[in-house]
């Protein structure tokens, strides 16, 4: 239990839940039947459990920090867009153990991040559809938002992702490009303009074509505004579609922008544009239910050492050796050594709650080279 320990110099006390609103589709004394009515009752910091019992309308604004969570053993099922916008610097949104309706040719569900200077955090989340019946339909779109990240989760759409003028960290997750239609063109894996990506253990796949078209690309980088993008990913893969005589589209499609990955990432298709091969090591991390333990690691090249630390969720800052998305003056190190680094992590009875976050990153030592690791984030379960 020693990093329960460690962890609750972090979380001395449930800070950022205030109250707890439950959403119950069947009714009941003292719940709400949509999510519509909890949210607008609700205030910043308050904790949103949506019990599974229906497949709730998710086509809503939501514009202060609150934690929405799915309240059963599996995913909550939704449908519509939820929108969130304009957060506060100073809040924070979770959104976690949400399931999109997978109904065929039903309205998908889908979230959309907008103008947010806060924290918005996903985490066991799937969102949009396996089939698209329309030429633009991602599942997962953020625009002028830079403290975004998503956790074990699955993104289906045309394109799986996209994003513009925006900071977003993913880990353990895929993003899925649509297969070609006779109604639309086959699906990216991730677009990024104008924005900093950063991926670690995550699967980026093109949807495969049909029709005589030609298919999806795993991940494509442009220009928005005269900002280039740049991407930094670690593990994973990186995949483009199939066509239907066997030729692969490209795994990565770049246009002005900084492609750095590492050794470990599995690449299907070609690369068109250089890149750079950076050795950042990777981070996981697994969270149980609180006071059950979990792990954390961190692996890299042989013979490298590293350094495995977790904090409360914080803005990104540059640092000489890369982005710190964890707070310095809150830092509890969980581990060091040669890599591979693994440890068990139980989150603190008593003062950790569903709506808070643990963030994770590591330092690698690498022939002569110091650099951190792109961040994790993942809700306490």
């Not at 670690?200 to 030609?214: D, E, K, R, T």
């Not at 483009?240 to 066997?246: E, I, R, Y």
């Amino acid at each position: 239990m020693r990093t329960a320990a460690l962890l609750g110099t972090l979380f001395t006390a449930p800070a950022f839940a205030q109250a707890t609103l439950v959403v119950d589709s069947l009714g009941g004394p003292g719940v709400f039947t949509t999510l519509q009515a909890a949210v607008q009752a609700a205030s910043p910091g308050d904790l949103v459990l949506v019990v599974p019992t229906g497949d709730y309308d998710f086509a809503l604004t939501v514009d202060k920090g609150l934690a929405i969570v799915g309240s059963g053993p599996g995913p909550t099922v939704f449908h519509g867009t939820l929108h969130v916008f304009g957060l506060p610097a100073n809040q924070r949104c979770v959104l976690r153990r949400l399931s999109a309706n997978a109904l065929l040719f039903a309205q998908p569900g889908t979230v959309w991040i907008d103008q947010c200077a806060g924290d918005v955090v996903l985490d066991d989340v799937v969102l949009g559809s396996p089939t698209t019946i329309s030429a633009w339909s991602p599942a997962f779109a953020i625009n002028d938002s830079n403290r975004v990240s998503m956790h074990a989760s699955t993104c289906l759409g045309n394109p799986a992702a996209a994003m513009s003028s925006s900071r977003f960290a993913a880990s353990e997750t895929a993003f899925l490009g649509t297969a070609g239609s006779a109604l639309a063109a086959p699906g990216p894996g991730l677009n990024a303009y104008g924005s900093e990506v950063r991926l670690s253990n995550c699967s980026l796949v093109g949807g495969s074509a049909s029709f005589g078209l030609v298919a999806g690309n795993g991940l494509n980088l442009g220009v928005a505004f005269g900002v280039s993008s740049s991407a930094h990913v670690s593990g994973g893969s990186l995949v483009g579609g199939a066509s239907p005589g066997g030729q692969m589209s490209a795994a990565v499609l770049w246009s002005g922008s900084l492609l750095e990955i590492d050794s470990a990432v599995a690449v299907g298709g070609p690369i068109v544009g250089p890149f750079a091969v950076q050795e950042r090591g990777r981070a996981s991390l697994a969270l149980a239910p609180i006071g059950q333990a979990g792990s954390a690691g961190f692996d890299g090249p042989a013979a490298a050492f590293g350094v495995l630390a977790a904090s409360l969720p914080a803005p990104p800052v540059a640092t000489g050796f890369g982005e710190l998305w964890l707070d310095p003056q809150n830092l509890v190190v969980l581990a060091f050594g040669s890599v591979p680094l693994q440890v068990p992590v139980t989150m603190p009875s008593g003062a950790a709650t569903f709506a808070d976050v643990l963030a994770v990153q590591g330092l690698l030592f690498h022939q002569g080279n110091v650099v951190l690791s792109n961040p994790i984030r993942s809700a306490v379960r």
